[in-house]
């Protein structure tokens, strides 16, 4: 069975921004130890755009949908008011979330993308 890679997109101004990694960095291990874990990246935009990439690798389907479902993934994503959120690779998020983490959205908004590992390569090893 292929691994899946989920793609949040995060619309985030240019104000937001350092709140944004500063979030992400604060959450560092939270997802690490989640059952079908497999890779995670937060990727800046260089290219004039405002939208960060949530890179996450899944070992499947049912291993991602375990830990959206998790108290720690609820956790790590309440919105202020008390309310969980759907975004960060997560789910989809309607515009207005995003990152939350209790002190209010630092994105503007976020939607997923689902992908099948169909091919996957690194670097050569050398002897």
Do not use: C
């Amino acid at each position: 069975m292929p691994s899946v890679v989920k793609i949040n997109v995060l619309t985030v101004s240019a104000e937001m921004r350092q709140e944004l990694e500063r979030r992400f960095s604060g959450r560092a291990g939270i997802v690490e130890s989640a059952d079908g874990f497999e890779w995670f990246e937060l990727l800046r935009p260089v290219d004039g755009t405002d939208r960060y990439l949530v890179y996450t690798r899944w070992r499947s389907e049912e291993d991602f949908k375990r830990w959206t479902d998790s108290q720690a993934f609820q956790k790590g994503h309440a919105q202020a008011g008390g309310q969980a959120e759907h975004g960060h690779g997560h789910g989809q998020a309607s515009p207005g979330q995003g990152h939350g983490h209790g002190q209010g959205p630092a994105a503007g908004g976020a939607e997923l993308w689902s992908f099948e590992v169909v091919q996957s390569t690194g670097p050569a090893s050398t002897s």
